[in-house]
């Protein structure tokens, strides 16, 4: 080869590096780490919260944390919990009834989930050790039909703020602590887990909600936010992957999208890979979740873990996470919460629930 080859040769290798170093898939596929992006109002890559404060040492992933650094994190690089369990039981309905449409699901998802609890032998169990099974939930939300645009936004409350088509309830971007939830949970091969009371659910983008498009190449339906707009995935017209900037502050906008069988110019939502990922504000009215709807029907009633968490000074999730499913772990808990063991039995005792 010439001299002048080689140099061209070389060239042409040192751009390729350029290249690859600018696009590679680590570069690409990091994400913005969301934390402190916790808005009391409408703001664009915030989500706006209902809840404003919360408990660092609340129960949660514990670091180190190997897949984020300098503010980014890598999803490719985080632990996923492993198996694969399927759920052939799963059951979800979506009915008009007058003006509702009604979403009625049992909350176990058509995909397959991994293995929770986590086990011991998972290498995600080092970082998250939830403790808490996928179980069944009695889902019944009743949305408007033909959602409208309210005078104001309003704020995204913890625990469910939509429902997706494949069994899996979407929560907001947060974990209990107020951390970016999809940063440091470990979630399964389809972005799930369960929380303490076992409801599945997601919080971000996730391969295994629906990936379809319409005849614009933009994304299909999702799921339905609670003030009935709809959530849908992460592609504009034209199949383009749409980002923060294309959309409000409640993460939606106004465009054509395939909504009850046609193409609508509706508001709706999309999932996208940056914060807070959904719904960030309501658009519309939400509907009140009842706060028994999504509980498991043996534990509906009075919860005895409310009077406990009032006595003790804290936070009531806190508490049910510490305690974990019964046997009720009053070790751990006094640990984790940094209660005296002797003050968290009596309070157990104290607001036994009555025998049924
Ligand atoms: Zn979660
Ligand atoms: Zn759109």
């Given amino acids: 080869m010439s001299r002048f080859a080689w140099s061209g040769f070389l060239v042409v290798s040192l751009l390729t590096l350029t290249v690859a170093l600018n696009t590679g898939a680590w570069a690409h596929d990091t994400r913005a780490l969301g934390d402190g992006r916790i808005s009391a109002e409408p703001r664009v890559d915030h989500l706006y919260a209902c809840r404003q404060t919360f ?34 039981n799963a059951e979800i309905q979506v009915l008009r009834e007058g003006d509702w449409r009604v979403i009625r699901a049992n909350n176990l998802p058509t995909h397959p989930t991994g293995i929770f609890p986590i086990r ?38 913890m625990g469910l703020i939509g429902f997706t088509l494949v069994g899996g309830a979407l929560y907001n971007a947060l974990d209990a602590r107020g ?12 972005g799930g887990h369960p929380q303490q009371d076992g409801q599945y659910h997601y919080h971000d983008d ?51 999208v395939l909504w009850d069988g046609r193409i609508q110019v509706i508001y709706h939502y999309h999932l996208n890979g940056e914060y807070p990922y959904s719904v960030g504000c309501f658009r519309g009215t939400p509907v009140r979740v009842r706060p028994d709807i999504t509980l498991p029907r043996r534990q ?13 000074g804290v936070e009531v999730e806190a508490l049910r996470r510490a305690i974990g499913p019964p046997p009720p772990n009053f070790g751990r808990a006094a640990r984790e919460l940094g209660i005296d063991l002797q003050r968290l039995r009596e309070a157990f005792r104290r607001n036994r629930p009555p025998p049924q």
């Fill in 206 to 256: 996730q391969a295994c909600l629906p990936t379809g498009v319409d005849a614009n190449g933009h994304s299909e339906l999702v799921g339905y936010a609670l003030d009935g707009f709809g959530i849908y995935g992460a592609l504009d017209e034209g199949g383009r992957e749409i980002l923060n900037r294309d959309l409000d502050a409640c993460h939606g906008h106004v465009g054509p």
């Fill in 179 to 190: 951390r970016d939830a999809a940063a440091y949970e470990m979630m399964d091969l389809c």
């Fill in 120 to 157: 011991p032998s998972d290498p995600a169990f080092q970082y998250d050790r939830n403790p808490n099974a996928i179980r069944t939930q009695r889902i019944e939300l009743k949305l408007p039909w033909a959602p409208r645009v309210a005078a104001a936004p309003s704020c995204v409350p």
């Fill in 55 to 88: 408990d660092p040492n609340a129960p949660g992933a514990v670091g180190p944390y190997p897949w984020i650094s300098a503010g980014r994190y890598d999803p490719a690089q985080k632990p996923q919990v492993g198996g694969r369990q399927s759920w052939p």
């Fill in 300 to 312: 509906r009633g009075p919860d005895p873990l409310v009077a406990v968490a009032e006595e003790l």
